[in-house]
């Protein structure tokens, strides 16, 4: 089973705008983190943000804010006041403990932003 | 400048070929990974050394195989590669396990199988 669900493969925003890229995660153990990366087209994953499960407040990075509905199992990544520079292929990542007792991010599909001048 | 370095940056490679992807990071990280991206597919996650000790191989074939002489430097070799493994390599490294602080990818190897 998916363990992490980007459901938008592209999203188009206009530049100083706010995106919000969704995701949803599957996990049965209440301890576990979500990160956000961003890949430019030079492939080097960048990470942007951290979000421990009980993190009782959304974390914030900047201009990133990750939008956490522990409830729903949903992580979403806002991006206020877009700019050009962040054009890019965003992944979502969930590290959860395997069966082995150690912890390894799985991430999910991308979505890719474009921002419009 | 990113904390990891992977060289070669591109390779192209015949099926019988033997060549090696590198990694290096001086950051001080006790944790290096292998991912494989390919078009169309979640990243997968190949190996996990920490510690200089493989803790995780997740059901790679054998045409690749992992070296870890140190806690910086990190080795995919390659041999008889299939076309189907083209795809971009990265290498990631992080402090320990459980590190919140996320983990440190490089710019990655663009591999072409012919």
């Known amino acids: 089973a998916q363990k992490i669900t980007q459901t938008q493969p592209g999203m188009f925003v206009q530049e100083k705008e706010a995106v919000t890229l969704d995701c949803t995660y599957d996990t049965s153990d209440p301890s576990y983190g979500l990160f956000w990366y961003k890949q430019p087209s030079s492939g080097e994953m960048i990470f942007l943000i951290y979000q421990g499960s009980y993190d009782q407040q959304n974390a914030t990075e900047g201009r990133y804010s990750l939008n956490f509905q522990k409830a729903r199992k949903s992580a979403n990544l806002v991006i206020s006041a877009s700019q050009l520079g962040d054009s890019a292929m965003y992944f979502c990542a969930m590290r959860d403990p395997t069966s082995g007792g150690s912890y390894i991010p799985t991430f999910g599909r991308g979505t890719s932003l474009i921002v419009h001048p | 400048e990113t904390g990891v370095t992977q060289t070669p940056r591109h390779l192209v490679m015949g099926m019988t070929n033997k060549k090696s992807l590198k990694c290096e990071q001086h950051?001080?990280?006790?944790?290096m990974y292998w991912y494989k991206q390919s078009a169309k597919k979640p990243l997968e996650l190949m190996f996990v050394?920490?510690?200089?000790?493989?803790?995780e191989n997740n059901s790679v074939p054998s045409r690749f195989s992992p070296e870890c002489p140190n806690s910086s430097h990190l080795f995919l070799h390659l041999h008889t590669l299939q076309p189907e493994d083209s795809a971009l390599y990265l290498c990631?490294?992080?402090?320990?396990?459980?590190?919140?602080?996320?983990?440190?990818f490089g710019s990655g190897t663009r591999l072409t199988v012919v």
């Open positions: 050394y920490n510690f200089k000790e493989q803790t």
């Open positions: 990631a490294s992080s402090q320990g396990w459980q590190s919140q602080y996320g983990y440190t």
């Open positions: 950051l001080g990280h006790n944790a």
